[in-house]
């Protein structure tokens, strides 16, 4: 890659990273021409790279569509990914580890994540459309802004490599995949001691209600578990032997129901959803199977932990009640974590000379695997903060005219760079 020498050069590089990376959307460990990107995005720059293996253990995911990864493989290699590395993302899981500096300083890290959503995206007026980067998969789109977040992981790389040998520590940025669903991509990467290494750690988001020019240097994120139950009945003859039936259909439409009802909590707010059910083969056969997904998320891990009983003391109930048995899968979660007030400080205190407004401690009322980094960091000694680099989005995470303002990506890389230096610079 030809070195990028100024500010407003580099600007226009994340840009045009951001917007190719928009174009080929990806989901949930099937991250395989974004990690590729990556890779090929800081060839030749002064880093160390550790991918697969070196990068995540892929045995501490909660779980990983195996259909999924074929199609998206699949994909890949018709865009002309090396079928070798391609293999070795699937086997290893495609999260990547850049580091830039050599000093025995501090050692800090940056968590952006890579996937993708399955919403179709917007045409027409949308500018992603207009502009010509719309995703070219229909059903997988950038919908949530990881696009630009990887973008700004590879503005920051890209802005301290210009003098790497002079960083008296060094700053470690995590390509996470598969944050949606919170299926375990970020638990993969901190099972590895490149995490608990770190001295201190940000995870970044952009958007999510947070305006342009505006940044929350601590942020707390819900407690979250999704549960897959599985209920198993007996197919009768409605009509010759429905005695013999099981009927799992009716318990896990009880169980909806009993679920739906459970109060609330004294101790924290929290919202339940049972989002799926599927039950039944035809209409003169006792429905002997029925599944249904659930999720939870909490503002504190203690209601999320009290509700996970619940859970499973009610779908247990409703499937006892009507002589099923039943399985909980838990395919998702992700836990709550505390920022670290001294650590926003700094950020604030960057974030001000950036001509940033900093803004007050605030509570995202969604889930996101960024504090499994800021637990693991904390566990060993470290200071870990969830932040948010306000841009103004065309239309709610998620939804098919979601775009952000993509002044947020200088925003973000000028803010995480130089905040990486000054905590490097600092003593241990
Ligand atoms: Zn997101």
Redesign the pocket.
């Known amino acids: 890659m030809r070195a990028v020498t100024g500010a407003r050069e580099l600007q226009d590089r994340m840009v045009a990273w951001r917007r190719d990376l928009h174009q080929r959307p990806e989901l949930g460990f099937c991250e395989f021409q974004t990690a590729s990107y990556v890779l090929d995005a800081v060839e030749g720059l002064p880093v160390r790279v550790f991918r697969g293996a070196e990068a995540q253990d892929i045995s501490r995911v909660y779980s990983r569509n195996e259909a999924r990864l074929a199609t998206f493989a699949e994909r890949a290699l018709e865009a002309g990914i090396d079928p070798e590395q391609v293999e070795r993302f699937r086997r290893e899981g495609t999260g990547l580890v850049v580091e830039v500096g050599a000093g025995n300083g501090p050692l800090v890290g940056i968590r952006v994540?890579m996937d993708a959503l399955p919403v179709l995206e917007a045409d027409g007026n949308h500018l992603p459309a207009r502009e010509g980067f719309r995703s070219r998969y229909d059903g997988v789109m950038h919908a949530?802004?990881?696009d630009g977040?990887t973008a700004i992981g590879l503005g920051v790389i890209t802005a301290l490599s210009r003098f790497a040998d002079q960083l008296p520590g060094r700053v470690r940025v995590f390509f996470q995949p598969a944050?949606?669903g919170t299926m375990g991509g970020g638990a993969s990467m901190v099972a590895l001691p490149l995490v608990g290494e770190l001295d201190a750690v940000i995870p970044i988001?952009i958007g999510?209600g947070v305006p342009s020019g505006k940044v929350a240097s601590a942020v707390r994120y819900m407690a979250t578990t999704k549960f897959r139950v599985r209920f198993k009945g007996h197919g009768a003859h409605v009509t010759a032997e429905p005695q013999a039936g099981a009927n799992a259909l009716l318990a896990a439409a009880a169980a909806a129901q009993q679920l739906h009802g459970l109060p609330p909590h004294s101790e924290g707010w929290y919202s339940l959803n049972v989002g799926t059910l599927h039950a039944g083969d035809e209409q003169g056969i006792t429905p002997p199977w029925a599944v249904m997904e659930l999720g939870i998320w909490a503002d504190k891990q203690s209601v999320n932990d009290f509700l996970v009983g619940r859970v499973k003391e009610v779908v247990e109930a409703c499937a006892a009640a009507q002589a099923c048995s039943v399985t909980i899968e838990v395919f998702g979660k992700a836990p709550s974590a505390v920022p670290d007030a001294t650590l926003a400080e700094v950020i604030d205190e960057v974030a001000g000379e950036l001509a940033l407004s900093p803004l007050p401690p605030m509570l995202c009322k969604a889930g996101?695997d960024a504090t499994e980094f800021v637990n693991a960091v904390q566990a060993h000694g470290g200071v870990g903060t969830m932040i948010i680099i306000g841009s103004e989005i065309a239309a709610g995470?998620h939804q098919p005219h979601f775009d952000f303002d993509e002044r947020v990506l200088a925003d973000g890389a000028a803010l995480l760079a130089k905040t990486a230096v000054r905590l490097i610079s600092q003593s241990r």
């Open positions: 994540d949530c802004g990881h977040h944050e949606e988001h999510l996101e995470h």
